[in-house]
């Protein structure tokens, strides 16, 4: 699998994710290391990457955690029980797909979404307009 993701820090580090714990939920170990990475260099502190549902739904109901990046398809199941389970909880979240916002059910549809390949920039973005809420 090829990706775009870039690991050069960005301008201008967003002082909101400093200090951030963010649950990566990625089924893709390159996608997910490479997250990881973007992440770190933003400040944040990740927890997982989880790859398979069990793990993410363990996780998001117990793991000290501010925001997640939510893969949308972990081996074929939907993520949407995690999306759940965290909302539940109030911690905010986006979605990354290969398919875009168009591909959320309407229940979700106003979670931002990261399309895959995504950018750094984008990453910082999207992470930004969950804290600013």
């Given at each position: 699998?090829s990706?775009?993701i870039t ?9 909101s994710l400093?200090?951030?714990k963010?649950?990566i939920?990625?089924?893709?170990p390159l996608?997910?290391?490479l ?6 260099e933003?400040g944040?502190?990740?927890v997982?990457?989880a ?6 739904l363990e996780l998001a109901g117990s793991?000290?955690?501010?925001l997640a990046v939510l893969?949308v398809?972990l081996?074929?199941?939907?993520v ?5 389970v965290?909302s539940?909880r109030?911690v ?13 059910p309407?229940e ?9 390949p ?10 930004g307009a969950?804290i600013?809420?």
């Amino acid at each position: 699998m090829s990706s775009n993701i870039t690991t050069q820090a960005a301008s201008s580090e967003p002082a909101s994710l400093q200090g951030r714990k963010v649950l990566i939920v990625e089924d893709e170990p390159l996608v997910a290391v490479l997250l990881e990475e973007i992440l770190e260099e933003f400040g944040c502190s990740v927890v997982g990457p989880a790859a398979q549902l069990d793990q993410a739904l363990e996780l998001a109901g117990s793991a000290d955690v501010d925001l997640a990046v939510l893969d949308v398809n972990l081996g074929g199941q939907p993520v949407f029980p995690v999306a759940r389970v965290l909302s539940d909880r109030g911690v905010r979240f986006v979605f990354a797909t290969g398919y875009g916002a168009g591909g959320l059910p309407p229940e979700w549809s106003h979670v931002p979404a990261l399309q895959k390949p995504y950018t750094l920039d984008q990453v910082q973005q999207a992470l930004g307009a969950v804290i600013a809420g």
